[in-house]
């Protein structure tokens, strides 16, 4: 059954590129791919402080995000772990991972999904399941600073995969990282599919992600969840509400500020605006959202 509302734990790390992803000199590449060591230690050493501080907390997290690049490669039994302990579903940004594979220096980047066997108590399955979600489109500093990379012109591998998760207690929701965030593609196909969108971000625009929550959160009518870097800060969650003032649930304004926060979501009253359209804590549905019409495309010469 659905639960009435979504608890979601947001964490801003303080992770910096300049000081993660450089070239060290060694003339090797992978180096200048993965974080240094001092920030991969003091971003484990933040992330355990952070994941500790939402222990207990009343209401309990059902979701915890972390933003994208924020944990090393090799933290990821740790998080396993801890979201067994938690019993929480963990969300997060992993570090570069070098395509061991490609004929060339190539890279990905990719989030962890990782739903444990029992969720707040109720078990859910046999075992804890993590999968993987790609980023498809790099940003253009992303994408620039690959190419320069130690000389190496590393390249980006892309994964043109749209993923949406289903749960009975916490509904339906998308995960997509950063930049994919302005894919329109992307976008239309979580249309009355998800309750929930979260965006994983290390994103120095925090004000054309603020607009872009607020007006998808109307025109795929959903929960809109961005977590970005504490570097850059401007992590917010917005819910379709008619009432102005109850749309904007959370926004972390500033920069260079760690910090983690519950928020509560709306969750089963918003499914049912979804399907009935007759709730009027919410705004009207949005055309088109029940029944699609095929709209007919004419272009004419003047």
Request: glycine share 4%; hydrophobic share 40%; proline share 6%.
């Amino acid at each position: 059954m659905l639960n009435e509302h979504l608890y979601v734990g947001v964490v801003q790390t303080s992770l910096k590129a300049e000081a993660a992803w450089f070239d060290d000199g060694s003339s090797n590449w992978k180096n200048s791919v993965r974080m240094s060591r001092l920030e991969e230690l003091r971003a484990k050493r933040e992330i355990r402080h952070f994941l500790a501080s939402l222990k207990g907390r009343n209401p309990s997290p059902d979701i915890i995000l972390l933003p994208e690049l924020a944990v090393p490669i090799g933290f990821e039994e740790q998080l396993k772990r801890a979201a067994e302990k938690l019993e929480v579903i963990i969300i997060a940004g992993l570090d570069y991972r070098i395509e061991t594979a490609a004929p060339e220096p190539t890279v990905s980047n990719e989030a962890l999904v990782i739903v444990p066997r029992r969720l707040n108590g109720v078990p859910i399955s046999r075992q804890t399941q993590v999968r993987r979600v790609g980023k498809t489109h790099p940003a253009p500093a992303e994408k620039d600073k690959l190419l320069k990379i130690a000389d190496a012109s590393v390249s980006f591998r892309p994964h043109p995969t749209v993923w949406i998760f289903e749960s009975d207690q916490l509904g339906k929701f998308g995960v997509a990282i950063c930049y994919d965030f302005m894919d329109l593609d992307r976008i239309v196909m979580y249309r009355n599919k998800v309750q929930t969108l979260f965006i994983l971000a290390y994103n120095r625009d925090t004000t054309s992600f603020d607009h872009m929550a607020e007006a998808l959160s109307r025109t795929l009518f959903c929960n809109v969840v961005v977590c970005n870097c504490g570097q850059f800060g401007g992590s917010l969650a917005v819910s379709p509400f008619r009432e102005p003032f109850r749309r904007l649930i959370y926004r972390q304004s500033g920069q260079k500020l760690t910090h983690a926060q519950v928020v509560k979501l709306p969750l089963s009253s918003l499914f049912d605006q979804q399907k009935n359209g007759n709730n009027t804590d919410f705004k009207s549905r949005p055309p088109g959202f029940d029944d699609l019409v095929s709209l007919n495309s004419k272009t004419a010469k003047i």
